[in-house]
Nanobody, 117 residues
Framework: QVQLVESGGGLVQPGNSLKLSCVASGFTFSNYAMSWVRQAPGKGLEWVSAIPQGGSMPMYADSVKGRFTISRDNAKNTLYLQMNSLKPEDTAVYSC??????????WGQGTQVTVSS
């Protein structure tokens, strides 16, 4: 059974940084690409970033490119999202997902990120 548990969210001022973590269990983490997705209040699910099994050639949504960095530690079954230069429009619940857009196979409960002065 896929289990994904996110942490690291919080309230930050615009321009500040946060690092999210997602601990995976119930499957062989190193065998799967992983994604971060987010959902802002009143909006649909938005894909943020994805990383292949080996960690090279990550991909980003245009809205976060140059500010967010996805990474993974396969030895720790953990996915990360370093978020810099945060903006109010980044406010959302952030979840990690097993797989890539169009083939998600489970996601976590999410962690709230609020960017506000």
């Amino acid at each position: 059974q896929v289990q994904l548990v996110e942490s690291g969210g919080g309230l930050v001022q615009p321009g500040n940084s946060l690092k999210l973590s997602c601990v995976a269990s119930g499957f062989t983490f190193s065998n799967y690409a992983m994604s971060w997705v987010r959902q802002a209040p009143g909006k649909g699910l938005e894909w943020v970033s994805a990383i292949p099994q080996g960690g090279s050639m990550p991909m980003y949504a245009d809205s976060v490119k140059g500010r967010f960095t996805i990474s993974r530690d396969n030895a720790k079954n953990t996915l990360y999202l370093q978020m810099n230069s945060l903006k109010p429009e980044d406010t959302a619940v952030y979840s990690c997902a097993k797989g890539v857009p169009g083939s998600y196979d489970g996601w976590g409960q999410g962690t709230q990120v609020t960017v506000s002065s």
